[in-house]
């Protein structure tokens, strides 16, 4: 039974950092305690330092208590700078990225190992191009009524169509921000650039958070070490988690279990691109580690991550009888929501995505809450997690994980 666990969170690329993910948690925490009537609390959110903030968290029962500590990777001052580069700047790195998926097959394989993704990540490129085609179409209009209405000279009409290009393309900003244009098209480039090897803005969280596994695992104050990466974040945890075994080659052979835990990730999308030496080698090595505990969580319901797709072989990378991770959880979100719910949003992209970090409104095998702040080892809830539901009553005791069928 695990009473402390530490949880080090690696979001996506989502500029609302610790502040918004504190409130998503702390809503899902109060429908986690009524769904499986657990008592416990949830301590304020505190910003630590310009790289992490943390939460605690309590759970428990009339027979057990869990005590988490949750910190957070702080990376929103950094994605929040790079989607306000000017926008010239931005639309150029991302015309320029687009164009290279295009040409040089990147798009087709990311195609090819996930479509719905694929379709979603060309979907967004193309929101680019038609906000830049837009604009460019109003001022070239613009310029030929100037000419042929107003009896101006030419020179005048290519200003004033200028002028009105720019003025539309900044007036469509907003929609290009609610729409997810500018968040999808900021980030891509920045990745590209970081699993190429070259220079880039993810070098210094990478850093700092293989750091601070090492420590936290070297501190021994938990029973387990859960480092989550959500989406774009479960693109950074290979790389986090092959970093630490450099700074501490015996991490997980010494003191608290280490999971890394990936669900709803995007990994596939760049892992399986044989420019990207920097990711496929970190998930290569812990492909190989039996110190490390990796879970991979997929849904069929979340179009953007790649379900049915093996994190490792799927990406072209053969470790043969060295291989040790990951294990794939198939997660129902049918059996985690109930039939209004499910209907109200299995056709919302990004609501159905973040399903991974929401609370639940039947008990079910995941549900996140539990995994952070529940008495269950990750790895029994991903391995027998259907026998465990049933092992906690209507009292919030709890009864045991059940002994392993032979």
């Not at 320029?96 to 967004?124: E, K, Q």
């Not at 009105?164 to 290009?176: C, D, E, G, T, V």
């Not at 849904?299 to 794939?328: H, M, T």
Request: charged share 20%.
């Amino acid at each position: 039974m695990i009473r402390r666990r530490h949880v080090i969170y690696v979001e996506g690329y989502d500029p609302q950092g610790a502040e918004g993910y504190y409130d998503l948690f702390q809503r899902s925490f109060v429908r986690f305690q009524k769904l499986w009537r657990f008592g416990g609390a949830l301590g304020p959110l505190q910003i630590d330092s310009e790289d992490f903030a943390h939460w605690d968290v309590a759970a428990e029962g009339p027979n057990w208590r869990t005590e988490t500590r949750y910190e957070f990777l702080r990376q929103e001052q950094m994605i929040r700078a790079n989607m306000a580069e000017p926008l010239p700047k931005l639309v150029f790195r991302a015309l320029r990225w687009t164009a290279c998926f295009m040409v040089d097959g990147s798009n087709y394989r990311i195609i090819r190992a996930g479509w719905r993704y694929g379709v979603s990540l060309v979907h967004f490129q193309m929101m680019m191009v038609l906000w830049v085609g837009l604009a460019a179409l109003g001022g070239a209009l613009a310029g030929w009524a100037i000419v042929r209405y107003l009896g101006r000279i030419e020179s005048v009409g290519v200003m004033g169509g200028l002028i009105a290009a720019a003025l539309l393309f900044f007036a469509m900003k907003p929609l290009a921000h609610r729409w997810f244009v500018i968040q999808i098209n900021s980030h891509w480039p920045h990745l590209v650039e970081y699993v190429r090897g070259e220079k880039s803005c993810f070098e210094h969280p990478v850093e700092v958070c293989a750091q601070r596994l090492v420590e936290a695992a070297r501190a021994n104050a938990a029973d387990e070490i859960v480092i989550v990466g959500h989406s774009g974040g479960g693109i950074l945890l290979p790389v986090i988690v092959a970093r630490a075994l450099e700074l501490d080659s015996d991490l997980g052979r010494h003191g608290p279990r280490i999971v890394m835990f990936t669900t709803g990730s995007i990994m596939p999308s760049v892992g399986v691109q044989p420019w990207a030496t920097v990711l496929r080698r970190a998930i290569e090595r812990v492909a190989i580690e039996p110190s490390i505990v990796w879970i991979d969580a997929q849904s069929r319901k979340d179009v953007l991550n790649f379900w049915g797709l093996d994190p490792v072989a799927g990406l072209g990378i053969d470790v043969g009888e060295r291989r040790r991770n990951p294990l794939v959880w198939d997660v129902r979100f049918r059996d985690m929501l109930s039939e209004e719910r499910y209907s109200r949003v299995r056709l919302n992209l990004f609501v159905m995505h973040y399903q991974f970090l929401m609370a639940n409104d039947k008990s079910a095998p995941y549900d996140y809450c539990m995994l952070a702040a529940g008495p269950v080892a990750v790895e029994d809830w991903a391995c027998r997690g259907a026998d465990i539901v049933p092992a906690f009553a209507a009292d919030g005791s709890f009864a045991g994980v059940p002994a392993a069928s032979s």
